[in-house]
Nanobody, 119 residues
């Protein structure tokens, strides 16, 4: 089993910054892709950013130029640096990690961390 622990959410004013972290722990696994998703009230969950094991990144158009995803493979941790935050970024943010265990791939989700941006 793999456990994900997220941290870093909170409340900020528009234009502010937050940094989210998601640390994976467990035994006998290797991590492939890592990513962040968000879900606002009344809306579907949407992709924010992903990063592959080799460091290639992908961003939603709405966050390009403002958010940066990164990972520390030694710590099994993925980060999301969020700058120039807007009220429309308000959502519950979840990390997702794709893991290989015994040659089988699994997706694990974090519990979510709330980000609230006020105008």
């Amino acid at each position: 089993q793999v456990q994900l622990v997220e941290s870093g959410g909170g409340s900020v004013q528009a234009g502010g910054s937050l940094r989210l972290s998601c640390a994976a722990s467990g035994s006998s696994f290797s991590i492939n892709n890592m990513g962040w998703y968000r879900q606002a009230p009344g809306k579907q969950r949407e992709l924010v950013a992903t990063i592959t094991s080799s460091g290639s990144t992908n961003y939603a158009d709405s966050v390009k130029g403002r958010f940066t995803i990164s990972r520390d493979n030694a710590k099994n941790t993925v980060y999301l640096q969020m700058n120039s935050l807007k009220p429309e970024d308000t959502a519950n943010y979840h990390c997702k990690v794709n893991v290989l265990r015994s040659r089988i791939a699994y997706d694990y989700w974090g519990q979510g961390t709330q980000v609230t941006v006020s105008s």
